[in-house]
Structures are given as C-alpha cells and as structure tokens.
Nanobody, 117 residues
Framework: QVQLVESGGGLVQPGGSLRLSCAAS????????IYWYRQAPGSERELVAT???????IYEDSVKGRFTISRDNAKNTVYLQMNSLKPEDTAVYYC???????????WGKGTLVTVSS
C-alpha cells in the first residue's frame, strides 16, 4: 500500500522559512516524478514544484528563487524548502507521486502552511 505523509507545516511570519517533508512508503520516490501542490482557501489546487525521476526540477513562477525541491533517496523523502514566505503562500500543501509506468497518482493528505503576522 502506497502512503505519502506530508509534515512540516505551521504558522510562520512573512519573510520566514519552513521545510516541508513528504515521506513515502510502498513506493520509491527516486524512480517516480514527485510534485508539490498547494490549495489556498477558495482556490483551485496549483502545482508549485516538480522533481522528475531523472532529477529535472521545475518551479511555478511565483515561487522561483524562494522555494527549493529536493529528494533524499536514502530516506525516501522529498522536501520543499520555502524561504521568504509571503501571506499569499498560505495554503494546504500536498505531495503527489506519479508512477508514469502505470499512470497512477498517489496523494498525501496535506500539511497546512499559514503565513501571517
């Protein structure tokens, strides 16, 4: 059974930092494409960052230069380092693993990030 568990969310002041983790079981994150999404209240879920099985990384424009996605294969965990946080970054953050071999998506339950003074 595949499980993705996000952690690391919380309340942070504008300009602060958080590091989100996506820990997996039942699936090897290193050989699948991994995505961080976020969903703000009243908004659609949007893609924030991608790391492919080959190591390619893509960011949504609003987070470029502030967020960093990375992967620790030994821990089977993907991270999202978020710096210079803004109130508009407030959202529930989800990780998704896409097994492109069988075209199957797996989602975590999300972790809430609140950026407020």
């Amino acid at each position: 059974q595949v499980q993705l568990v996000e952690s690391g969310g919380g309340l942070v002041q504008p300009g602060g930092s958080l590091r989100l983790s996506c820990a997996a079981s039942g699936i090897l994150l290193s050989i699948n494409n991994i995505y961080w999404y976020r969903q703000a209240p009243g908004s659609e879920r949007e893609l924030v960052a991608t790391i492919t099985s080959g190591g390619s990384i893509i960011y949504e424009d609003s987070v470029k230069g502030r967020f960093t996605i990375s992967r620790d294969n030994a821990k089977n965990t993907v991270y999202l380092q978020m710096n210079s946080l803004k109130p508009e970054d407030t959202a529930v953050y989800y990780c998704k693993a896409w097994n492109f071999r069988i075209n199957m998506n797996y989602w975590g339950k999300g972790t809430l990030v609140t950026v407020s003074s």
